[in-house]
């Protein structure tokens, strides 16, 4: 892992109870690290809410001067002005959408993004977005797709049991140089009929009438409709555990959910609700546990007592021995991200079965999963640069994967040692 003092220094600049003394010692944005310091905080989501951060809770003075250096507030600042920039955009793309559907007389709730705000984001000018999700009855799919159609969006499969997914022509082939900031290339909507999907080996339980607790929302002047606050906070929970699954998980899901636990911490009616709409599943109760774990391990939020209790007994002692010695780690590796979380497989995936489909799919991905874009065959064929990108992304991200894979004897060398150290009892969330 690379900069893993520097990234430990901005996380308790995000923490409760921020601590900003290591900054000064982040590397120069010009040197190597520093770049590669600057790409990790794009890529995990922190850049933007990092310098809203300093900013509002630093006030420079000559006795205190600002914890960052110029050139680093400078590179926080250029990034800031593109993403606004790309927000407006997105949010004319967002009510004109929007707009469409209502004209359809189609209820359409917003997942995730601008629904967001303020509940786990304070603006969602501090957030990075690259898609707009929305919620429909799978009796409603054919006709929001229809509408999509007459916007410009088109989808190489349509399904009204699994997620849909629609995008603009694409004009830019996408490269892993590409500025994150800048305005869209193109655009892709996703159309669910669940709040998050499932796959074969995490099958969670989820609650169906959504649509009969979505709630009106505005956000600098659009007007949407929402999940329900409860609602809102099972679906990053579980969106966030989904992701985790994989090699790599956005830490600014976590900071988010962790704002919205510590925002409304004292607000029992909630918290009763989220579990009330979330089930009593061992599975969902033990995604719980380690997405909230992990918020508290990173960012030191107070998971609230209804919770706690609600998952207590669906933490095993391997799971806490993972959090205890591999989960800050794991969650702070660059991208594309560490093996290490394949340590939890039997936790989480009880058939033989299909744990082992999962460990075959994550040591040995396929070519679909390496796919920088989905582009249509004939645009491949005739795109020698989607050809080139490609292979640059391919090799990229087998050289990172091939290192990771010599690195599992070594993982599972300091799990044995964890499982050896680790002990019976519930995990303290708020240590």
């Known amino acids: 892992?690379?900069?893993?003092?520097?990234?430990?220094?901005?996380?308790?600049?995000?923490?409760?109870?921020?601590?900003?003394?290591?900054?000064?010692?982040?590397?120069?944005?010009?040197?190597?690290?520093?770049?590669?310091?600057l790409q990790w905080l794009d890529q995990s989501g922190l850049a933007l809410i990092f310098l809203h951060s300093v900013q509002s809770c630093v006030s420079p003075s000559p006795k205190f001067p600002t914890p960052l250096s110029p050139e680093w507030h400078e590179a926080l600042r250029e990034r800031k002005h593109r993403n606004s920039a790309r927000f407006h955009d997105m949010l004319r793309e967002f009510q004109r959408l929007n707009d469409a559907f209502?004209?359809?007389?189609?209820?359409?709730?917003?997942?995730?993004?601008?629904?967001?705000?303020?509940?786990?984001?304070?603006?969602?000018?501090?957030?990075?977005?690259?898609?707009?999700?929305?919620?429909v009855a799978p009796a409603a799919v054919a006709p929001a797709a229809e509408v999509l159609k007459s916007l410009g969006y088109s989808t190489p499969r349509l399904s009204d049991?699994?997620?849909?997914?629609?995008?603009?022509?694409?004009?830019?082939?996408?490269?892993?140089h590409d500025d994150l900031y800048a305005l869209q290339h193109h655009r892709q909507v996703d159309l669910h009929v669940s709040l998050v999907e499932s796959s074969a080996w995490l099958n969670l339980d989820l609650p169906?009438?959504?649509?009969?607790?979505?709630?009106?929302?505005?956000?600098?002047?659009?007007?949407?409709?929402?999940?329900?606050?409860?609602?809102?906070?099972?679906?990053?929970?579980?969106?966030?555990?989904?992701?985790?699954?994989?090699?790599?998980?956005?830490?600014?899901?976590?900071?988010?959910?962790?704002?919205?636990?510590?925002?409304?911490?004292?607000?029992?009616?909630?918290?009763?609700?989220?579990v009330e709409r979330a089930g009593d599943s061992l599975l969902t109760r033990r995604a719980f546990a380690l997405i909230l774990s992990l918020a508290n391990r990173l960012?030191?939020?107070?998971?609230?007592?209804?919770?706690?209790?609600?998952?207590?007994?669906?933490?095993?002692?391997?799971?806490?021995?993972?959090?205890?010695?591999?989960?800050?780690?794991?969650?702070?590796?660059?991208?594309?991200?560490?093996?290490?979380?394949?340590?939890?497989?039997?936790?989480?995936?009880?058939?033989?079965?299909?744990?082992?489909?999962?460990?075959?799919?994550r040591l040995l991905p396929t070519k679909a999963q390496l796919s920088i874009a989905s582009l249509p065959s004939h645009q491949k064929k005739s795109s020698p640069a989607w050809h080139l990108h490609q292979w640059q992304y391919l090799l990229h991200r087998s050289s990172v994967h091939c290192k990771d894979l010599f690195r599992l004897p070594l993982h599972q060398l300091r799990w044995r040692r964890a499982l050896a150290l680790s002990h019976s009892g519930s995990c303290d969330l708020d240590s």
């Open 299 to 361: 960012f030191h939020s107070r998971t609230p007592c209804r919770l706690r209790s609600w998952f207590a007994d669906a933490i095993t002692p391997s799971l806490l021995a993972w959090l205890d010695h591999f989960s800050v780690n794991w969650a702070l590796s660059d991208w594309p991200g560490s093996l290490s979380n394949l340590l939890l497989a039997r936790d989480f995936i009880s058939d033989s079965t299909l744990r082992w489909r999962y460990l075959t799919g």
């Open 208 to 274: 169906s009438d959504c649509q009969n607790h979505a709630v009106p929302m505005t956000v600098h002047n659009v007007h949407f409709v929402a999940l329900s606050l409860p609602d809102r906070f099972l679906t990053q929970v579980l969106h966030a555990f989904r992701h985790s699954s994989r090699a790599w998980l956005r830490l600014s899901w976590l900071l988010e959910i962790a704002r919205c636990v510590e925002l409304h911490r004292e607000n029992e009616p909630l918290w009763n609700r989220v």
């Open 161 to 176: 049991s699994q997620e849909s997914c629609f995008t603009t022509p694409l004009t830019h082939i996408p490269s892993h």
């Open 102 to 135: 209502r004209a359809r007389n189609i209820l359409a709730i917003t997942l995730k993004g601008f629904s967001l705000s303020p509940d786990f984001c304070e603006d969602p000018l501090f957030r990075h977005q690259t898609d707009f999700d929305f919620l």
């Open 1 to 37: 892992m690379h900069n893993g003092t520097a990234k430990r220094a901005i996380l308790q600049a995000l923490q409760r109870g921020p601590d900003f003394s290591h900054l000064a010692s982040l590397p120069s944005t010009r040197s190597r690290p520093g770049r590669q310091l």
